[in-house]
């Protein structure tokens, strides 16, 4: 599976930018999506996650009310919309893939995107 990610770029604090995710699989309805990012200096950590349909999302507590999740299994893609934007959310971000994240993590990673948020 190759995942392409795209939309990041540079925003002011409290704006909106919205990441997609491309990935070049078949069988895009059989992987659980997620979102993870990395700042200089720290590790990856999670971002969000959305299920196999898209029934069920998953967020870190710092993102939980300002970030959405969504997928089209038709298009085979994968969307972050990132609103109220901080320069802590500031970091590369990665879309991954996983058949179950529970059993051996994400398997699949993109190329990432850079996500700058300025004061």
């Known amino acids: 599976v190759q995942l392409q990610a795209c939309g990041g770029g540079l925003v002011q604090a409290g704006g909106s930018l919205r990441l997609s995710c491309a990935a070049s699989?078949?069988?895009?309805?059989?992987?659980?999506m997620g979102w993870f990012r990395q700042a200089p200096g720290k590790e990856r950590e999670f971002v969000s996650a959305?299920?196999?349909?898209?029934?069920?999302?998953y967020y870190a507590d710092s993102e939980k009310g300002r970030f959405a999740v969504s997928r089209d299994n038709a298009k085979k893609t994968v969307s972050l919309q990132m609103s109220s934007l901080k320069p802590e959310d500031t970091a590369v971000y990665y879309c991954?893939?996983?058949?179950?994240?529970?059993?051996?993590?994400?398997?699949?990673w993109g190329q990432g995107t850079q996500v700058t948020v300025s004061n």
């Open positions: 991954a893939a996983s058949p179950s994240p529970n059993n051996g993590g994400y398997r699949y």
């Open positions: 959305i299920s196999w349909s898209g029934g069920s999302t």
């Open positions: 699989t078949r069988t895009f309805n059989t992987y659980f």
